[in-house]
């Protein structure tokens, strides 16, 4: 029986098993290896180097760049993520109706392409702009891609807009299943309204601010399309990502051995900040007894 | 509700999921097998560039050719833009799926790929001398020469890039025609701000203050191939740049900065909309303009001039920057292709007609020497008076270097020198020096 069981449990577990050796196990081993050798994918022949590649990402500008900017890009975007989605979540929990609607209607940023949203954002943006017109009418001329600190913003304030609605979603679903007996319970023992969301809310909220904030952190690893098409990582570094980097050195230098260390660097990054964002939420959750 | 908001919540994760997995692309990526099939018929895979005119164009030559010739079947496709078409054409080949043949491919990304041993020296396949003797392109084709002496690229187009002025701008501020020196378009900053404050520049591009290697072709290198005659900068792996050519030009980048010339910010269609009154332009433009700014007429509102040059130094002799790209034959493709593929070549451009209809449809001027001179142009040149300046410089037009780091190289021109002289961030002479020493470095 146990063996039988034991068969199942392969055979059910099996499709998650199959996706990660082929899209996660061996593009990693692929991917050490590369990182080796000063191999383009191309030429019929490769020269082994060792941790040169490594050694030279450490040392450029560019890669340094790279993984200071996810930690900025970081402080813009998860606070401001995270306050809108439970702004939004709290305004929509509070509906009487017509809840899914708005869900979906927050959502659909989420599912739109990031090279449109880019676009128009330039446009918005663009000097000419009746924006821009107006803001210079009253004294204030901003470079807002052409500034290193601005555009750093814009990026952010791009990347809320659009995963807001999707961690609202997650947020509601948090909400929605606190009891509300607890808040009876609560305002018998004379909580007031001011203090009923920080007293009973987000304590009750945590799991799922938990996901939505380690989703948020993980996020900022991952920028590409926006900082590609807006500012090519510029100006500057000032915007670069690992992802741009990683680009720019495989598909645009070529060098497909380099990238492949970059990237295995930002692997590397990407797992020691995030367990030690979780460890700090779960910190955080443990010394306010949420958890 | 407790039960929507899961259900809602499950849908969207799906519809996230599934829109992830999208690519936003389909249909087939590349060659299948090909080579000689049991009938005999040799199948090659050609891939034109990602427009609809350019693939149209490649698709009718290929079903004209295939009507003269049962033995070869000739499939066109666009290349992928997955987000670039260098990346879909390297991940082609990373995969082994690479087509025989591609067009749209300019001289730096073909050293990068001939490096990698990618591509077939065409110079070495049987036909390939009759094609560029029956072209007419012996001249044209003769800077193309890599540094290894082999010929990877038959260009199929060059465009001489030239600037544009808003003549009606300038008119107003009492120009019969554009300048073409250093300070007299300085003495015309000076009007045109005098006269339109904030809301006018004479140039106004963001890519002026953007470090991205191309962006280099249609600003450093129209002026500095002006400036220096047209020197090749780098040759080979040797930085052989002109020191006083390239400091001038950045002087005068740089004045134009100090008199508020210029705008490096994003600005929708700054030349179009008149925010600047000077850009380079290339003659895919001219489609473009007829669409939506119908107001822009040559030698009415807008003229074209060769690139400025220092003063003291005759206008005639300026030289610019050739934007031109051609066609490779890869290294993967069997013999037979290749053969087929050159075959193909030659009877597309055995006929200067067919050159014709690629100019007509494409605005993009035919890389040979008879542009201006063989008749079979005329009529395109009479129906479209803005592309003569085009036609006729095409042999005053420097192709970009062959270097296969051109990617890294012509970032430096920018992050060391052009970039900053455009945001005031070093003086003209520290930038060149800086920029060469990390050109040396890089080339080293």
């Known amino acids: ?291 | 509700m407790k039960k929507r908001v899961p259900m809602v919540l499950s849908v969207a994760l799906m519809a996230g999921l599934l829109s992830a997995c999208s690519t936003g692309q389909g249909g087939q990526t590349g060659s299948e097998g090909g080579g000689e099939s049991s009938d005999g018929v040799t199948t090659i895979e050609f891939w034109a560039a990602p427009n609809p005119t350019q693939q149209a164009f490649w698709q009718e030559m290929a079903d004209a050719y295939e009507a003269q010739n049962g033995k070869v079947k000739i499939n066109v496709s666009a290349i992928k833009e997955s987000p670039t078409s260098e990346a879909s054409i390297q991940a082609a080949l990373a995969a082994k799926s690479a087509p025989t043949m591609s067009e749209n491919i300019n001289r730096g990304f073909a050293a990068q790929l001939a490096s990698s041993q990618a591509l077939v020296p065409l110079d070495t396949l049987e036909g390939f001398d009759e094609i560029v003797q029956g072209r007419s392109m012996t001249q044209t084709i003769e800077p193309w020469t890599f540094a290894d002496g082999h010929q990877y690229v038959l260009p199929i187009y060059s465009n001489p890039m030239l600037f544009g002025w808003r003549l009606d701008i300038i008119r107003d501020l009492g120009y019969s025609e554009p300048p073409q020196t250093y300070g007299e378009i300085l003495e015309l900053t000076k009007k045109l701000k005098a006269k339109h404050g904030d809301k006018k520049y004479l140039w106004a591009k963001p890519d002026l203050a953007d470090p991205t290697a191309w962006k280099r072709w249609f600003d450093f290198y129209m002026l500095y191939d002006a400036a220096s005659g047209g020197n090749k900068f780098i040759e080979g792996d040797a930085f052989t740049g002109d020191e006083k050519a390239g400091v001038e030009v950045l002087s005068f980048v740089d004045d134009l900065r100090k008199e508020k010339g210029l705008l490096a910010r994003q600005v929708t269609d700054p030349f179009e909309n008149g925010t600047g009154v000077f850009t380079d332009v290339g003659p895919w433009t001219f489609t473009t303009w007829a669409e939506k700014y119908p107001n822009l007429k040559y030698n009415e509102t807008y003229a074209l001039t060769m690139p400025p040059v220092p003063d003291g130094m005759d206008p005639a002799d300026s030289k610019t920057f050739a934007d031109t790209k051609g066609l490779v034959v890869y290294a993967s493709a069997t013999k037979e292709q290749q053969a087929a593929a050159i075959d193909f070549i030659q009877w597309v451009y055995g006929d200067a007609n067919n050159d014709a209809a690629w100019f007509e449809k494409t605005n993009l001027p035919p890389a040979r020497d008879d542009l201006s001179t063989n008749e079979s142009f005329q009529a395109v040149l009479d129906k479209s008076p803005q592309l003569k300046p085009y036609a006729e410089n095409v042999p005053n037009a420097v192709p970009p270097m062959d270097n296969a780091k051109y990617n890294d190289l012509q970032t430096i021109i920018g992050t060391e020198a052009f970039n900053k002289v455009v945001k005031g961030e070093i003086a003209p002479a520290e930038g060149w020096a800086a920029m060469k020493a990390a050109l040396e470095k890089a080339l080293d």
């Open chain 1, 1 to 291: 029986m146990d063996q039988r069981n034991n068969k199942l449990g392969w055979l059910f577990a099996s499709p998650y098993l199959i996706y990660s050796l082929l899209f996660f196990f061996i593009p990693l081993i692929w991917s050490i290896f590369l990182s080796v050798t000063d191999w383009d994918l191309i030429a019929p022949t490769f020269n082994v180097v060792g941790f040169e590649n490594f050694l030279e990402a450490l040392r450029s500008p560019s890669v340094h760049a790279a993984f200071w900017n996810t930690y900025k890009f970081m402080m813009i975007f998860v606070p401001l993520v995270t306050a809108l989605a439970i702004g939004v979540a709290v305004l929509v929990h509070g509906l009487p109706r017509f809840k899914g609607l708005f869900l979906i209607g927050f959502f659909l940023p989420y599912l739109s392409s990031g090279v449109v949203s880019a676009l128009i954002v330039k446009g918005l943006l663009s000097y000419t702009s009746p924006v821009n017109e107006f803001l210079r009418g009253i004294g204030l001329d901003i470079n807002w891609l052409g500034s290193p600190l601005s555009a750093l913003f814009v990026v952010g304030l791009i990347l809320a807009w659009k995963f807001t609605g999707y961690y609202a979603l997650i947020l509601t679903s948090g909400l929605e299943s606190i009891d509300k007996e607890v808040y009876e319970a609560a305002a018998i023992d004379g909580v007031k309204d001011g203090q009923r969301f920080w007293r009973i809310t987000l304590p009750l909220l945590y799991p799922s601010l938990y996901t939505t904030l380690i989703l948020g952190f993980g996020v900022t690893f991952g920028i590409f399309t926006e900082v590609y098409q807006l500012t090519g990582g510029g100006p500057g570094n000032a915007t670069n990502t690992w992802q741009m980097e990683i680009f720019k050195q495989a598909f645009s230098n070529m060098q497909v051995g380099y990238a492949s260390a970059v990237a295995l660097l930002a692997s590397v990054a990407t797992f020691i900040s995030i367990f030690a964002i979780r460890k700090i939420l779960e910190i955080w959750g443990k010394r306010n007894g949420w958890v």
